[in-house]
């Protein structure tokens, strides 16, 4: 008798060849799944093809899915037509100072509302909260009048400024953490002398890592993909603008060209995305584990 057949199983145990036996069901369900991935993959994959291929073989009909030629010139001179070092960096600027205010201001927020027991402070965060349910296209027009007024008007001041200001979703993310963890923890702090800054930095920071680390990621892909605001703040400065409008710059025509491209447009399209993915893979575990911890807690 095979010594397989000799292993003793539990109750309720399946055994490993079971296990690995498809089902249909098992089988419809990873088809489909396949199908779906394609379907999401398949516009990026036609992307790098047009990328790779020349302006007259992306009009070809029947289309190809593979170029004949590789032409990796158009990165290039997609680099080169928008000045894409120029805003490169002033796209990096702006994200990091976005990601350090707005990531710092919320975490700060949270641990006042969270932590400092004091009158009103309910009422303070309801009023966060509450700001979320307002588009951010009421604001527009007012916040618009002040920064006009102000003298910020062509500069990049209104792109950083709010920022420091808290993010409403960043202070909700943040409250739920910090309401999670013990005041015992901050009671014994204070009984060795330290002061809330203290507290702050050296113990909730440490234990709220995985939920600023989110909150990072979330401030980079909004402000690496801005294009509204810089396109009302920065209409007239090209050499202020951000990657998100020089961009679409390039799209409409108005990098020098009379018309667009395409697979220039496409290869440098594709080194405007390099940088979103690589912080998200980079902190995709950390991001998971963030998301993952602050619905566990949420559901307590």
């Known amino acids: 008798m095979p010594m397989s057949q000799l292993t003793p199983t539990r109750p309720g145990q399946k055994s490993s060849q079971r296990s690995r036996t498809w089902t249909p069901a098992h089988v419809f369900s990873v088809v489909l799944l396949l199908l779906v991935c394609l379907t999401m993959l398949f516009p990026l994959f036609w992307m ?4 790779l291929k020349s302006n007259s073989a992306i009009y070809q009909i029947p ?3 593979w170029p004949e030629e590789f032409h990796w010139e158009n990165f290039i001179n997609g680099f080169k037509a928008i000045n894409f070092g120029k805003l490169f960096l002033n796209s990096s600027i702006l ?12 975490m700060v927020i949270a641990y006042g509302l969270s932590r400092i027991r004091f009158p009103g402070r309910k009422v303070w965060f309801y009023i966060f909260i509450g700001s979320m349910m307002l588009p951010a296209i009421v604001t527009t027009v007012p916040l618009f009048k002040l920064f006009l007024s102000i003298g910020w ?3 990049w001041w209104p792109l950083i400024v709010p920022a420091f200001l808290g993010n409403p979703f960043f202070i909700f993310l943040a409250y739920q953490y910090y309401f999670s963890i013990p005041l015992s923890i901050d009671e014994a702090a204070r009984m060795d002398g330290a002061n809330h800054w203290i507290i702050f930095t050296r113990i909730m920071v440490p234990l709220t890592r995985p939920v600023w680390i989110a909150m990072c990621v979330y401030a980079f892909q909004g402000s690496w993909n801005d294009y509204l605001n810089p396109l009302i703040y920065l209409p007239f400065s090209p050499e202020k603008w951000p990657l998100s409008v020089g961009m679409a710059s390039f799209a409409g025509g108005f990098a020098g060209v009379a018309a667009t491209r395409w697979n220039e447009f496409m290869a440098t399209n594709l080194l405007y995305m390099l940088p979103s993915l690589v912080v998200f893979f980079v902190a995709q575990n950390h991001f998971m584990a963030g998301m993952g911890a602050l619905s566990s807690r949420s559901s307590k």
């Not at 790098?48 to 990328?51: E, F, H, L, Q």
């Open 95 to 106: 994200a990091v100072l976005n990601v350090v205010g707005s990531v710092f201001s919320s």
């Open 153 to 155: 008007y062509q500069t």
């Open 63 to 65: 289309p190809r899915l």
């Open 48 to 51: 790098i093809t047009t990328a």
